[in-house]
Nanobody, 127 residues
């Protein structure tokens, strides 16, 4: 059984940093593209960032580029999302997901391509 477990969320102030982790079990994560998505109350789940299986290419939604960094440690079967200079508009539930068929470029932005999802971790940024 494949499980993705996010951790690292919390309540912070604007300008602070958080690092989210996504740990996988039941599957070798290194074969998958892994993405982070977020969903604010009453809004659609939206792409944040993704990393290819080799870790060489990364993709970011425009509003987080330069502030967020996605990385992976395949030896630990874990993907991270380092979030710096957080803003109140970053407040959302954050989900990691694995795309087992692969994607590249804008193909990685669509949540429909992701097969496995974690349960989410809440990030709240106060002003």
């Amino acid at each position: 059984q494949v499980q993705l477990v996010e951790s690292g969320g919390g309540l912070v102030q604007a300008g602070d940093s958080l690092r989210l982790s996504c740990a996988a079990s039941g599957r070798t994560f290194s074969e998958d593209v892994v993405g982070w998505f977020r969903q604010a109350p009453g809004k659609e789940r939206w792409f944040v960032a993704a990393i290819e299986k080799s870790g060489g290419r990364t993709y970011y939604e425009h509003s987080v580029e330069g502030r967020f960094t996605i990385s992976r440690d395949n030896a630990k079967n874990t993907v991270y999302l380092q979030m710096n200079n957080l803003k109140p508009e970053d407040t959302a539930e954050y989900y990691c997901a694995a795309n087992t068929l692969g994607c590249s470029g804008y193909g990685c932005y669509s949540k429909s391509g992701y097969d496995y999802w974690g349960q989410g971790t809440q990030v709240t940024v106060s002003s």
